[in-house]
């Protein structure tokens, strides 16, 4: 579904990414770990169209992406969750989940998000930015499922979050996966990420260093703790 080869990308004369490939078949969770500053971001927003700054490939659904602005790449089935949820104080929560138009087979209905996340059902008439970091971020990953993206590409969902949010958050992935949904996700939790991905990609130093199952991440997992500084 994703591939990205040689990826190299920076900010002026400093060097972020440093020729980085990888993959990500349909139906996969993988996850994108390292410390920060490592380039995590930077790779997603190069998937976005957001930081035009670089050279490489990167195809989705067999499509090279390289001439395709944000809005196209969308269009495409790309749903981003970004780090900062990306929420708008001026619209409510029910505007949040009506706004964007389906960009996939399997758009989840209104009915679906609000089943799954009874919390916007109960705050549908709130304005966006009086919910709490959870249920923000809860209202991003809705916002991308109503949609029908065929990539669900998350930012750091769990950063700063109470454990039974990052719990939930953790259920959502796993579900999403069990309809056949397919998601990339960027994360310095190494120990929730081994429950809910199939593989994992570490990075340092903009460059791919390994690629570990899950098998790999809890044999090691005091290792790469301590590696990422958790």
Aim: proline share 4%; hydrophobic share 40%.
């Amino acid at each position: 579904m994703l591939r990205i080869e040689s990826l190299s990308a920076g900010y002026g004369e400093a060097q972020v990414l440093r020729d980085v490939s990888l993959h990500v078949a349909e139906g996969e969770v993988v996850t994108l770990v390292g410390r920060n500053g490592a380039g995590k971001s930077t790779l997603l927003r190069c998937l976005m169209g957001l930081h035009t700054q670089q050279r490489g490939l990167v195809e989705f659904l067999g499509r090279d992406l390289a001439r395709l602005p944000t809005y196209r790449r969308a269009r495409l089935g790309l749903g981003w969750v970004p780090d900062d949820r990306g929420i708008f104080a001026s619209l409510s929560v029910a505007e949040h989940l009506t706004l964007a138009p389906p960009v996939g087979p399997d758009p989840w209905s209104l009915r679906r998000v609000y089943d799954t996340f009874p919390v916007l059902a109960e705050r549908r008439r709130f304005p966006g930015t009086r919910l709490s970091g959870g249920e923000q971020q809860m209202l991003a990953m809705a916002r991308v499922l109503r949609t029908g993206a065929q990539l669900l590409v998350c930012d750091e969902p769990t950063e700063g979050l109470a454990p039974v949010v990052v719990r939930r958050i953790g259920e959502i992935i796993r579900e999403v996966k069990a309809h056949g949904g397919t998601v990339l996700l960027v994360e310095q939790n190494v120990h929730f990420a081994a429950t809910v991905a199939d593989r994992h990609y570490l990075l340092a130093e903009g460059r791919i260093a390994e690629t570990l199952d899950n098998a790999e991440v809890r044999e090691r997992e005091s290792e790469l703790l301590a590696y990422l500084g958790i």
